[in-house]
């Protein structure tokens, strides 16, 4: 990475912007879906629970990022906060529909 | 990034800490400022007068006074003086006026007597701009929690990327260039870690409830009130029942307050349906009595039969932590020596963010540095590096320049005040695309350090109450203001005379270097 931005290939440029969308967006996604989950799971008053889940959400957030620009593709990227975010959206379905049948 | 793991950080290290690098300077340098917010607004207001605390008599005088003048206003609203803010002040909704549409004024605690104080932001523009940044609502609070996100990041991947954190925090080569730029950005990181790390996941707690509502909604639906009325317990207005009846005397119920809580500082009391049947008085403890920030805490009462009607609050763990972050991130529970600690933290933080520019600069200059003319996008980072550094310093100073320096009565004065400000650092960024990258830096940062040391002078010639006056009768918040003037300004002016010497040229020197080698394999 050194300074041959000029250089550098187009499918290079691409694949940076597309990990940079990654990480910007699908974390956020796995971040809210994660702070979601926290706050149905956790057997603490509805408020609480609800603080929990945004104060952890973050650190999500940042494992996210890092996956994002760690991983070997830009593909992985994308695989690595979508298929997660979509894991937690399903535990969060099922403890809403268990909580509000 | 295709290397290994801590290749891909430091790499993102870089990166993210360029891109915001220039905002996060401008938000940590204000967020800084911020910790004197009162001391500031002290300094730019010198015609509100310093008394001896009386919290009793200063709500008497502002009852009286809001007897006088607004007897119909829905409500009133009466912030108390304290140690480090000396201005009582009364406001109340404008007749007609919109939700967020209030008369203010400034009393002089010790008389009652209305003050005219110069119109001024003082210290409220640079924490307002610290987190709004001037822009809309919600955009600015928007991009400052992302620019705090992306601190702790370059936190994270900078702790990754350091492997021998503690063996090189005791590694400082001065006078070399390039590596002592390193070892000074890696120093001060390391040091004032956990104040970061702190300071960078607080500004996200504190604005969690905006950023990431998505648990909200999961939980209370469209009734997002309820999640806030469950928290700080619902702060509903009781409505005025119609028929006069006078309000008992703030002093008596003041007295009650303190039978609660013996010593309680008292920061803003509110007095709903003044002069009516169902007259409430709310009394707000002032945030510095603890850390952990309480948002709805106090104690309520009938205005006119005197009854407490308290409300419940939440004190459990999850609560407490986030509460607790708010309060360390605002520091307002800070004693004196605290406070400049926080302050010192800040300006480390300041630094850290300001070196990691100049090192991303410098590292790619000397690859250029035999052909004599760099890219454009060097010389991009370059204007851009000294205009949000050297020339929010001007900005800075303009400001409070501006404020002893335009007329009083200047209509639409506590704006000018601001175009100060933008201006001046406007101008920073068209000097520093005229001049070159050396020269431009020690213009500026020599035309910083006169506009800083001047600081006092002019205050001692506007007001008459320069160093000599402050110093004598121990108003402190003024003379700091003005001795850290007077220290940030001989600060730049050594800065700025080492930019006036000949550069070191370090590009002779670093085949030479072996073991500059590995640490350039660290971060790129």
């Not at chain 2, 940062?445 to 002019?458: E, I, K, N, Q």
């Amino acid at each position: 990475m050194k300074s041959k931005a000029a250089g550098l290939p187009i499918s290079y440029r691409l694949a940076v912007t597309s990990r940079s969308l990654a990480a910007v967006f699908g974390g956020y996604l796995l971040a809210a879906m994660a702070s979601v989950c926290i706050t149905l799971l956790l057997p603490v008053p509805r408020a609480e629970a609800v603080i929990s889940g945004m104060m952890l959400s973050f650190l999500f957030y940042l494992v996210a990022f890092l996956w994002c620009f760690a991983c070997r593709s830009a593909w992985q990227a994308w695989l690595g906060v979508l298929v997660p975010s979509l894991v937690l959206a399903m535990i969060s379905g099922l403890a809403y529909w268990m909580k509000n049948p | 990034m295709k290397e290994g793991f801590r290749q891909a950080m430091a790499w993102l290290h870089t990166w993210t800490g360029l891109i915001f690098g220039w905002l996060l300077f401008a938000i940590f340098m204000t967020g800084t400022m911020s910790y004197f917010k009162e001391e500031i607004s002290h300094w730019t207001q010198p015609e509100v007068p310093n008394r001896a605390l009386d919290p009793a008599a200063s709500l008497d005088l502002a009852q009286r006074y809001l007897q006088e003048h607004a007897p119909t206003a829905g409500s009133w609203f009466i912030e108390l003086p304290n140690a480090r803010e000396p201005a009582l002040s009364v406001s109340w909704p404008k007749a007609g006026g919109g939700r967020r549409d209030f008369t203010s004024k400034t009393l002089d605690p010790a008389t009652g007597a209305e003050l005219q104080a110069r119109e001024t932001r003082g210290g409220n523009f640079f924490y307002r701009f610290h987190f709004q940044l001037e822009m809309p609502h919600p955009w600015g609070r928007w991009l400052s929690t992302f620019a705090a996100f992306i601190m702790l990041l370059g936190l994270v991947t900078g702790i990754i990327t350091h492997k021998k954190i503690f063996k090189e925090f005791f590694t400082f080569r001065p006078g070399k260039g390039q590596r002592s730029w390193l070892d000074g950005h890696n120093a001060i990181g390391v040091l004032v870690l956990p104040f970061h790390l702190m300071i960078s996941y607080s500004s996200l707690v504190i604005f969690m409830a905006m950023v990431m509502p998505a648990s909200i909604i999961a939980s209370y639906g469209d009734n997002t009130r309820g999640f806030f009325n469950d928290l700080f317990g619902g702060q509903s207005q009781v409505q005025a029942a119609g028929t006069a009846a006078p309000l008992l005397p703030l002093p008596q119920l003041y007295a009650k307050v303190q039978e609660q809580a013996p010593g309680a500082n008292l920061a803003w009391v509110e007095v709903q349906n003044p002069g009516d049947q169902n007259a409430r008085v709310r009394f707000a403890r002032h945030a510095g009595d603890r850390i952990a920030h309480q948002r709805g805490g106090g104690w309520l009462f009938d205005g006119v039969n005197g009854t407490l009607e308290g409300g419940s609050q939440i004190e459990a763990t999850p609560v407490l932590i986030s509460g607790g972050m708010y309060g360390l991130h605002m520091g307002i529970f800070a004693g004196p020596w605290l406070r400049w600690l926080y302050f010192f933290f800040g300006l480390a933080g300041t630094a850290v963010i300001g070196t990691g520019l100049v090192m991303w600069l410098g590292k790619r200059q000397l690859k250029h540095a035999k052909s004599g003319t760099q890219p454009f996008e060097l010389r991009l980072v370059e204007v851009l590096n000294i205009a949000s550094m050297s020339g929010l310093l001007i900005g800075v100073a303009a400001f409070f320049w501006a404020n002893r320096l335009l007329p009083i009565g200047l209509e639409g004065r506590a704006d000018w005040e601001t175009n100060c400000f933008f201006l001046l650092w406007a101008l920073s960024l068209v000097h520093a695309m005229l001049r070159r990258g050396r020269r431009a830096w020690a213009e500026q940062l020599g035309f910083g350090a006169l506009m800083w040391a001047g600081l006092p002078l002019l205050n001692g010639l506007t007001t008459g109450q320069g160093l000599n006056h402050s110093l004598a009768v121990g108003d402190w918040a003024m003379a700091g203001f003005d001795l850290t003037a007077l220290a940030s300004g001989l600060f730049l002016a050594w800065a700025a005379s080492k930019m006036w010497r000949a550069p070191v040229v370090a590009a002779k020197r670093a085949p030479k270097a072996a073991p500059g080698k590995l640490i350039e394999s660290e971060v790129n």
